[in-house]
């Protein structure tokens, strides 16, 4: 495995996410923000391999999520994921601000 450190060109780094947990008024560094967020990424990326039907275990998860690319693609999917969820919320919301027809 190549041990090297993510870089993303976007978002917010480790120390920065502990600040912002901190103030929120949850107290956090920035190696408990990477625990946190990669125990999440792992769990995230078993439950796709399972629901595609290609289950993976803690050690292939652990591999995965230690890669780049992978923070990479995570990344894309939800980001689509949140602009289809507000999509469906404005559809949702023009429909209830439409007046009653009979």
Known sequence: ?????????????YRTIAAKMTDL???MNHA????????????????ISSELGHPIDEDEALSLIMRQ?????????LTLSIQEEDEK?????QTANQPNQV
Do not use: F, P
């Not at 495995?1 to 780094?13: P, S, V, W």
């Not at 923000?33 to 999440?40: K, M, P, T, W």
């Not at 919320?89 to 919301?93: D, G, L, M, R, S």
């Open 32 to 47: 408990t923000a990477r625990n946190i967020l990669l125990s999440g990424m792992k769990k995230y990326i078993r439950s």
């Open 89 to 93: 919320c404005q559809q949702v919301n």
């Open 25 to 27: 008024g949850y107290k």
């Open 69 to 77: 690319d992978i923070h990479e693609v995570i990344g894309d999917i």
């Open 1 to 13: 495995m190549n041990n090297k450190y993510i870089t993303i060109t976007e978002g917010e780094d």
